[in-house]
Nanobody
Framework: QVQLVESGGGLVQAGGSLRLSCAAS????????RGWFRQAPGKEREFVGA????????YYADSVKGRFTISRDNAKNTVYLQMNSLKPEDTAVYYC???????????????WGQGTQVTVSS
């Protein structure tokens, strides 16, 4: 049974930074691609970014490119999302996920965390 647990969310002012973590337990996910998604109230869940199993390739939504950075530590079975220059429109519940192949598509992800709230005040 794989469990993904996100942490690091909270309330921050516009222009600030947060670092989200997603720790996996139950089995190693070192060979899985990992992704971050978010869902704002009244909106569909959307892709934020993803990283290949090796960490050698990363992909980002246009809305966060240049502000967010994904990284991973396979020894710790953990993936991170560094969020800088946060904007009020970044407010959402952020979810991490794991997939066999890196993808922007929600349907490709096998395992999901419960989410962590990020609120950016103006």
């Amino acid at each position: 049974q794989v469990q993904l647990v996100e942490s690091g969310g909270g309330l921050v002012q516009a222009g600030g930074s947060l670092r989200l973590s997603c720790a996996a337990s139950g089995r190693t996910l070192s060979t899985y691609a990992r992704g971050w998604f978010r869902q704002a109230p009244g909106k569909e869940r959307e892709f934020v970014g993803a990283i290949s199993w090796s960490g050698g390739a990363t992909y980002y939504a246009d809305s966060v490119k240049g502000r967010f950075t994904i990284s991973r530590d396979n020894a710790k079975n953990t993936v991170y999302l560094q969020m800088n220059s946060l904007k009020p429109e970044d407010t959402a519940v952020y979810y991490c996920a794991a997939a066999g192949l890196v993808s922007r598509e929600i349907s490709q992800y096998d395992y999901w965390g419960q989410g962590t709230q990020v609120t950016v005040s103006s």
